[in-house]
């Protein structure tokens, strides 16, 4: 079953916004909704979808601070990795050194974790659990009927970089793990970054300087 993605580039960030779908139920989900929830809402709209879960990768800012007004719209639970919890507590008051004021995050109404399976109408994501970026950072892993492998991954690895780890809670050891694990899945593997274009597993493998060998 082939998989409606869309997206919306939002915040003074430049954050890719998702917005995914099973085609055959309309049943969808938000990744990193970080501003601009009109602009969020407008794309589920003009694709009739049924929102059923907000996901944000990880805590920081940029993938956060619209989750309150787009689970006010929606009525979706927010998820999130418990480990990412307190970044996304602080959001509000981060953004404040941007001249970016926000209100507070609401508690996520579940956690996501290792292994765990987010079914959307009848396609099911894996959730991976890739920290070094943040502590709690996940991606979600899917595979269409057609052979066709989705990775949606966050800050962790974009076309030609790969996420800070100076930032607190950051670890340059366990991203590095991370993109070991990342680089072990189909090189044909889309990745959609939470900044940037889209790339593939492959591509990074062979030309992504900071990608391990």
Not at 45 to 62: E, M, P, Y
Not at 100 to 107: C, G, K, N, R, T
Not at 122 to 142: K, R
């Amino acid at each position: 079953m082939s998989l409606l993605v869309d997206s919306v580039i939002v915040s003074p960030f430049q954050t890719n916004c998702y917005i995914i779908a099973c085609p055959k139920t309309k049943k969808g989900i938000i990744i990193d909704p970080g501003d601009e929830p009109e602009r969020i809402l407008a794309v589920t709209r003009f694709h009739q979808i049924t929102v059923t879960a907000i996901v944000s990768t990880h805590g920081h800012l940029d993938h956060v601070l619209a989750v309150g007004a787009v689970k006010e719209a929606t009525g979706a639970p927010f998820l999130l990795s418990e480990l990412d919890l307190p970044i996304a507590q602080s959001a509000h008051i981060q953004a404040r050194l941007y001249d970016w004021f926000a209100e507070p995050v609401p508690a996520p109404d579940d956690f996501l974790q290792e292994g765990q399976t987010l079914t959307v109408g009848e396609i099911s994501f894996q959730v991976i659990h890739l920290p070094g970026h943040t502590p709690g950072h996940i991606a979600l892993y899917f595979e269409d009927d057609d052979g066709t492998k989705h990775l949606f991954s966050g800050d962790v690895l974009f076309a030609g970089s790969v996420g800070r780890t100076d930032l607190p809670g950051g670890n340059w050891w366990q991203l590095q793990n991370s993109l070991k694990r990342l680089m072990s899945l189909p090189e044909e593997t889309i990745v959609y970054s939470g900044h940037g274009r889209r790339t593939t597993i492959g591509e990074e493998r062979r030309y992504n300087p900071f990608v391990p060998k």
